[in-house]
Nanobody, 121 residues
């Protein structure tokens, strides 16, 4: 089974920074695209940023220029550096990873438990 352990959330004033981390583990699993999604109260979960195993990235327009996603393949860890945080960034942030055991099995998405980020207005 795949396990995702997130850390780094918290409360920060507007304009501040936070760094989220997500460690993926699972015996014999291989990991592909890793990313972060977020869900604010009363809203749907939305993509924040994703990064492929080759390092290609994609960001939501609302975070471009402020957030940076990165990963360490050797450690199966993905990071989200969040700068210039705004109140509208307040949400639960979820780590998402595509994983499979062998090339004969399909990629499957796994979710972390979520970590709260709060930016007071």
């Amino acid at each position: 089974q795949v396990q995702l352990v997130e850390s780094g959330g918290g409360l920060v004033q507007a304009g501040g920074s936070l760094r989220l981390s997500c460690l993926a583990s699972g015996s014999n699993f291989r990991f592909s695209t890793m990313g972060w999604y977020r869900q604010a109260p009363g809203k749907q979960r939305e993509l924040v940023a994703v990064i492929s195993s080759a390092g290609s990235t994609k960001y939501a327009d609302s975070v471009k220029g402020r957030f940076t996603i990165s990963r360490t393949n050797a450690k199966n860890t993905v990071y989200l550096q969040m700068n210039s945080l705004k109140p509208e960034d307040t949400a639960v942030y979820y780590c998402n990873v595509l994983a499979r055991i062998t090339s004969a099995t399909p990629w499957r998405a796994y979710w972390g438990q979520g970590t709260q980020v709060t930016v007071p207005s």
